[in-house]
């Protein structure tokens, strides 16, 4: 595959985690899972940097264009967003 290829492919990829994962990180309160926390940090940590990387004109291997883009999918699912991080109006009596 072409290395350019590759780096729009990751890049769009990248840009959907960071835009998803970050208002997620944002309504995440006390009672949220430590490691459900901890997964959407290091997703938008990874995420934002990929997209240093790619800027700087390093170009991304297909295995990790497979992995961001199944990511990227998981994370437009919005029922499992509202799962992983449910919101405190819900909950609330």
């Given at each position: 595959?072409n290395?350019?290829?590759l780096?729009?492919i990751v890049?769009?990829?990248a ?11 944002n309504r ?16 938008t ?10 800027l700087?004109?390093?170009a991304?291997?297909w295995?990790t ?9 998981l994370?437009?699912?919005e ?5 992983l991080c ?8």
């Amino acid at each position: 595959m072409n290395a350019n290829i590759l780096q729009v492919i990751v890049m769009v990829a990248a840009i959907v985690i960071v835009i998803r994962a970050e208002p997620a990180l944002n309504r995440m309160n006390a009672c949220t899972p430590f490691m459900v926390r901890s997964a959407f940090h290091l997703l938008t940590l990874g995420s934002t940097a990929e997209i240093v990387s790619i800027l700087l004109g390093e170009a991304p291997s297909w295995p990790t264009a497979i992995v961001f883009l199944g990511v990227a999918s998981l994370l437009l699912c919005e029922r499992r967003l509202r799962v992983l991080c449910p919101s405190l109006k819900r909950n609330s009596p």
